[in-house]
């Protein structure tokens, strides 16, 4: 079984999107985006990216990209977060 990719909206009501493994654990979580059909590409950039993304290993982490920075409205409880299917939302 394939992961999920959700669409939701966060606390700043921007939208967002995170890549979830098959028992629910979320594996990435994007950057804000100002509009559902701006998130939907965002996605398939990703699936795109992933798939020939290379490793690359880092001394230490970016500081734009320390864990310290990185957004905590992405990761709500399910009753506040509205995910959605994305292959609804093609269209």
Request: proline content about 8%; some cysteine; glycine content about 8%.
């Amino acid at each position: 079984m394939a992961g999920m990719f959700e669409l939701f909206i966060d606390a700043e009501d921007s939208f967002r999107f995170q890549l979830t493994a098959p028992d629910g654990t979320v594996m990435a979580v994007s950057r804000p985006f100002p509009s559902k059909a701006a998130a939907v590409e965002g996605i398939a950039a990703v699936r795109e990216y992933a798939g020939m993304g290379h490793v690359k290993e880092l001394a230490k982490a970016p500081v734009d990209r320390s864990l310290g920075s990185r957004p905590h409205a992405a990761v709500r409880p399910h009753s506040v977060r509205m995910p959605l299917l994305c292959q609804r939302m093609a269209g």
